[in-house]
């Protein structure tokens, strides 16, 4: 694999230190990081992010080797591991800054994500309308070093133990193939 065959996918589904966990330990995924996108101020602060003020997203950038794993796997475990269903919310996170949304990088990442959306409805798979926004991705601000891998560093915090252990279990009893 070269740099060169990596694919960017750019994904929101509440706090980026659940979602940066989770996509840390598939296969194929070369480097996440924590940061913030989808808002109308250059740089914004993590302060200013958290207000809900600045239309960023709490989200992850992860590059990823499509020969490993293709986008739309990443997306099965993108929806299977937060609540696509709550608007601006994922369990005590709430604002827009919490949304469910898929930046998308081409027009082939959009009609994915468009179809996977359709077919999990159609499959009925939440009992409530999926609200994941599809955008267009937009520039990514990476966040402060100290949000970057966080899960790993601090197991032992209360939010790590209660919102982020679940996901991360879930992952690998669903997912179990695709982890490294």
Known sequence: MSLQSLEKATLAGGCFWCTEAVFQRL????NVLSGFTGGFIKHPPYREIITGRTGHAEAIEIEFDPEVISFRELLYVF??????????????DVGTQYRSAIFYHSEAQKETAEGVIKELEQKKIFQDKIVTEVTEASPFYIAETEH????NQHRQQP?????????????????SEKLK
């Open 27 to 30: 296969k194929g995924v070369e």
């Open 79 to 92: 929806f299977a591991t937060h609540d696509p269903t709550t608007l601006n919310r994922q369990q005590n």
């Open 148 to 151: 970057q891998d966080f899960y």
């Open 159 to 175: 939010y790590c133990q209660y919102i982020i252990d679940p996901k991360i279990k879930k992952l690998t009893e669903v997912f």
